[in-house]
């Protein structure tokens, strides 16, 4: 079973879309991560949930608007998407909020 | 804003050889400190952490932390072909929990 799954995998569309991509984990850590991969391969936090709860918030446009459901899920929807929005989109989950586990990534491609 | 600095590379080093990557981080109050593997076109997974001054071991692996210096260092013994890969720094302050990557540094072990 995948630790942390999440979909669609890869994610192809036109700027001034709306898209959502969804993150599960069967680890049962109390938190969860967005994070956002440039072409230069730079990992930054976007958002942070403990328990369903917000727990970090970087200066991230109000496009974005992350969503837990329950503990196990941090989905993510960005509206009115953007050439610059482009990248790969890691969730991850941390027990204890130290080390992190990663799921796949999304590709997202605004064209 | 609390920074993590890692060369880029490549590291280019012949199979066999030792590989040091390097890392420094700006802020004084960091608790711990990961490195992660990331292949191309794959999620980070983690192969280090430490959390004390000195070094740590676990197969080829030796991370060393020296927090007067705020650096902190991978070594990788008897570099194999396999260990091609970018290696990222990731710290976590000691306020809320955040883990700021570094750019990563792309190593190249060359048969």
């Known amino acids: 079973d995948t630790a942390v799954s999440q979909t669609p995998k890869y994610l192809v569309t036109q700027m001034g879309n709306d898209k959502s991509i969804k993150c599960e984990q069967n680890?049962?850590?109390?938190?969860m991560y967005w994070y956002k991969q440039d072409s230069k391969k730079f990992l930054k936090i976007m958002f942070s949930?403990?328990?369903?709860?917000?727990?970090i918030n970087e200066t991230v446009p109000n496009r974005f608007s992350p969503k837990s459901p329950d503990k196990a899920h941090l989905n993510l929807h960005i509206n009115s998407l953007e050439l610059g929005d482009s990248a790969v989109y890691f969730c991850?989950?941390?027990?204890?909020?130290?080390?992190?586990?990663f799921g796949s990534g999304t590709q997202l491609s605004v064209l | 804003q609390k920074e993590v600095e890692q060369n880029s590379g490549p590291l280019s080093v012949p199979e066999g050889a030792i590989a040091s990557l390097n890392c420094t981080y700006s802020?004084?109050?960091?608790?711990?400190f990961f490195w992660y593997r990331q292949y191309s076109g794959k999620s980070p997974e983690l192969i280090m952490f430490?959390?004390?001054?000195g070094d740590k071991e676990d197969g080829r692996f030796t991370a060393q932390l020296n927090k007067a210096s705020q650096y902190v260092s991978l070594l990788i013994r008897d570099s194999q072909p396999s260990d091609s890969a970018t290696y990222l720094c990731a710290v976590i302050d000691g306020g809320y929990q955040k883990v700021t990557f570094g750019t990563g540094t792309k190593l190249q072990v060359i048969p």
């Open positions: 991850a989950s941390s027990p204890r909020g130290e080390k992190l586990f």
């Open positions: 430490i959390y004390s001054n």
């Open positions: 949930y403990n328990n369903k709860e917000l727990i």
């Open positions: 802020d004084r109050g960091s608790q711990s």
């Open positions: 680890l049962g850590h109390d938190t």
